[in-house]
């Protein structure tokens, strides 16, 4: 039938021929579409629990600590202005 280097070959083709017709048909949409609510607010308050998980993370994971406290207090605030401003948006759209 078919060598190794056949079907490599074979396998290459169809691949890059389902790729160019996925790109032409199917509609590109982004994650944050659809997220009317997002503001400059949230990506800095996502920011700073990102770079606070980072820093508990790099400091082994304390559970009783100053750093934990700082992670805690700014995934807290983040999540609160997540739900916030989600509830906005829902309001809006109700009216």
């Not at 579409?33 to 790099?58: F, G, R």
């Not at 983040?78 to 739900?83: F, N, T, V």
Request: with cysteine; proline share 2%; glycine share 4%.
């Amino acid at each position: 039938m078919y060598s190794l280097d056949g079907y490599k070959l074979l396998l290459r083709v169809n691949t890059k021929a389902l790729s160019g017709a996925a790109d032409s048909c199917i509609p590109v949409v982004y994650g944050d579409v659809y997220k009317h609510y997002w503001s400059q607010e949230l990506s800095d308050l996502k920011w700073a629990s990102v770079e606070a998980h980072n820093l508990w993370i790099a400091n082994g994971r304390p559970n009783n600590r100053v750093i934990n406290a700082i992670r805690r207090d700014a995934k807290y605030k983040y999540k609160l202005a997540l739900r916030h401003a989600q509830k906005i948006e829902t309001c809006k759209v109700d009216e």
